[in-house]
């Protein structure tokens, strides 16, 4: 199955951005070592903070690939 660059890009860019949303946004306030996400953006916030090295990783290095593939395509026509 063949990955189009558009769904590359979405991908990447949704992945910066939550890898990013720690170095804006505190971590959400919890009572005790049972108490969970009061909402979806608490959530959305809890999971970005656990895997904040790798989504941006990965966003990154999705970015780079879809520039150097655009020049390198750009290059050769």
């Known amino acids: 199955m063949k990955i189009t660059k558009a769904f590359m890009l979405v ?3 949704f992945s910066t951005i939550i890898g990013s949303l720690p170095l804006y946004f505190a971590y959400p306030f919890s009572n005790g070592p049972n108490s969970g996400p009061a909402n979806k953006w608490e959530l959305l916030l809890m999971l970005s903070y656990e895997g904040q090295k790798w989504y941006l990783f990965v966003g990154i290095v999705l970015l780079l ?3 150097f593939s655009y020049f390198k395509q750009k ?3």
């Open 65 to 67: 690939a879809l520039v």
């Open 11 to 13: 991908v990447s860019i």
């Open 75 to 77: 290059r050769t026509l």
